[in-house]
């Protein structure tokens, strides 16, 4: 089907084409009847301003950072992965993207890295964005030097930064919830966690979310305090082993972040896993081939590609000051049984 164009957004609008360019762009000088006919025009026709053509027609050349935790966390080098495939079809729009590794677990260093940027170096930065004191002001102080800055995966939304790019985790968490209350018998039982770290807000916003439907509705399930692993496949392993030696009556474990490659070799070597509903988060190969073990019950995931492409697009529509489509934008929550699993070959090959 033709693309529709800002042609046909005048033409339908009875306007000139100057006109509808004033109107995209929130340039004064448009009567506000004349502004009404041409959203009116361009709603009718579904019109989207192709905001890269744009960018090409004006010469510039837009510089993007994106902050990126490194370590042995397969969805993250995935995340990486994507940035960095984009920083090469890009290159063709007048667009750089340079990935920084950081590690999420130190607020310090993170700030530090926000600290060196300005818009000598950049145009913009998305940042998966620890939910420490020092990364908030970092946060501010970069806002306040002109360069605008969204959250990528994890929020910060005390900060001053102006969109968040991920899933809407708290809901991610009642899913997890959801899942755990339904799978297991309706008797007494005991329920481990465990997190990277409840410095992390979506590890966080998932807890939170996890618990509020676990003590609601299925108040005989007893949920065990939270024990932090930092994403680390041995320490989530180490965890697991002692939760399980301490918890005899253990029923479930819930993998709020990352490492689950620990967390799953630990239940198999405990020859309890087809007793243990297990849920965890991101499908990469070893997740999935623990679905297919019956291992894990089920995995809730989000699309990396889809976070990396959405941050592009914000970022650009935040350096032209256009709007951002929300709708685009909107990370949705995948829910993975061994049911519902996509071919393999669409999976990339990670450690994890």
Do not use: W
């Amino acid at each position: 089907m033709r693309r529709v164009t800002i042609h046909d957004v005048a033409e339908a609008a009875g306007v000139s084409l100057a006109t509808v360019d004033r109107v995209m762009n929130g340039r004064p000088g448009v009567r506000k009847t004349t502004i009404e006919k041409v959203r009116q025009a361009a709603e009718t026709l579904n019109y989207t301003p192709d905001v890269f053509a744009a960018g090409l027609a004006k010469k510039r050349l837009y510089r993007f950072h994106f902050l990126i935790p490194d370590g042995p966390n397969a969805f993250m080098e995935d995340l990486s992965r994507e940035a960095r495939s984009h920083a090469v079809t890009m290159s063709g729009a007048r667009m750089h993207v340079h990935v920084e590794p950081i590690d999420a677990f130190d607020g310090h260093r993170v700030a530090g890295t926000l600290a060196m940027l300005d818009r000598s170096a950049c145009d913009g930065v998305a940042v998966v964005a620890p939910a420490f004191p020092e990364v908030r002001a970092a946060i501010d102080r970069l806002q306040a030097r002109g360069v605008p800055v969204v959250t990528l995966v994890s929020d910060h939304p005390a900060s001053t930064r102006q969109h968040f790019v991920g899933i809407d985790n708290i809901a991610a968490g009642r899913t997890a919830g959801r899942l755990m209350g339904r799978f297991l018998p309706k008797a007494p039982a005991t329920i481990g966690l465990i997190a990277g770290s409840l410095g992390l807000r979506d590890h966080s916003d998932r807890y939170a979310g996890c618990r509020e439907v676990v003590e609601r509705d299925f108040p005989h399930l007893k949920l065990l305090k939270v024990r932090e692993g930092r994403d680390d496949n041995a320490r989530n392993a180490d965890l697991v082993k002692k939760m399980l030696a301490e918890h005899p009556d253990l029923a479930g474990f819930y993998n709020i972040g990352a490492g689950s490659r620990g967390m799953i070799a630990a239940l198999q070597a405990s020859g309890r896993s087809g007793d243990i509903v297990c849920i965890g988060h991101e499908l990469t190969p070893h997740t999935r081939e623990a679905l297919m073990s019956d291992v894990l019950d089920a995995v809730i995931a989000q699309d990396p590609g889809h976070e990396i492409r959405s941050a592009i697009r914000v970022l650009k529509a935040l350096c032209d000051g256009v709007p951002i489509i929300e709708g685009q934008e909107r990370i949705r929550i995948d829910v993975f049984l061994k049911d519902n699993l996509p071919d393999i070959s669409e999976l990339p090959d990670l450690p994890g």
